[in-house]
């Protein structure tokens, strides 16, 4: 697995490098959404990112945790620990494996996209920009190239349906009677801070009291149902779109 050097200057100063790479992905990655086949959407790499989000004096921390879920992958759903602290978690059971930094996780996850000829497919601009952020450059780029907004092709479905506007994908599991699965309590920010200090007090998973540990699994089964509707919500808007274009 390669892990190629980091981009320093990127990363000294992300938010400049990211905002002028965000806006030049937002062009190229929405043809990847919006011309996507059936079949492509079938095959596609689903995934989302775990996180804190923007801390209080403003910080935006990285991602701790990429699930990605594959239909006919085996697991179809594996989680990607990105931070050393939480390694821990690896043995909670969702095959997961973990890397030192972000970069090395979306470089195996492009290797796989490259070598399976997959698309790469996520909910919202969130996940291009944190890879523009904590990326470097060429790594950015070419999860550009492979990736797209699956956001904007639901969007141009629930249009042609007439049905009520969507914004999250809770609005959009609604258009297709599916319930969203609940976040761990109180948050997703909240859990992962929980799991940070059990794991730099236990070390090992087998040492980590219950509580926690069903906190780890409620968090990673959180994002294989994330994981799971954006594809079940893809597959739906690419099917029926494909229809209206042959009739």
């Not at 990127?10 to 905002?19: D, F, K």
Request: aromatic letters at 6%; a positive charge; proline letters at 4%.
């Amino acid at each position: 697995m390669r892990q190629p050097a980091l981009n320093t200057t990127l990363i000294s100063n992300p938010v400049t490098n990211a905002g002028e790479r965000n806006t030049r992905a937002r062009e190229r990655n929405t043809d990847t959404a919006l011309t996507l086949t059936p079949d492509r959407a079938k095959r596609a790499l689903y995934i989302d990112f775990e996180g804190e989000g923007i801390r209080g004096d403003g910080e935006i921390p990285p991602p701790v945790m990429l699930g990605i879920y594959c239909r006919d992958g085996c697991p179809s759903h594996r989680v990607q620990i990105l931070e050393s602290t939480l390694k821990p978690l690896v043995h909670a059971g969702f095959s997961s494996e973990c890397f030192d930094h972000i970069e090395a996780a979306i470089n195996s996850l492009l290797d796989q996209a490259r070598s399976e000829d997959r698309d790469i497919l996520y909910f919202s601009q969130h996940e291009q920009d944190m890879v523009n952020r904590f990326c470097s450059h060429q790594t950015a780029n070419e999860f550009t190239a492979r990736s797209g907004n699956a956001k904007l092709l639901l969007k141009r479905w629930v249009r042609r349906t007439g049905k009520t506007r969507c914004h999250t994908l809770e609005d959009y599991c609604q258009v297709i009677d599916r319930t969203p699965y609940e976040a761990p309590k109180p948050s997703v920010a909240e859990a992962i801070r929980r799991l940070r200090k059990a794991c730099g007090t236990a070390r090992r998973w087998r040492y980590m009291e219950s509580n926690k540990k069903k906190l780890a699994k409620q968090l990673f089964a959180y994002n294989k149902q994330d994981c799971l509707a954006l594809f079940k919500l893809t597959k739906k808007a690419a099917n029926c779109l494909n229809r209206s274009r042959l009739r």
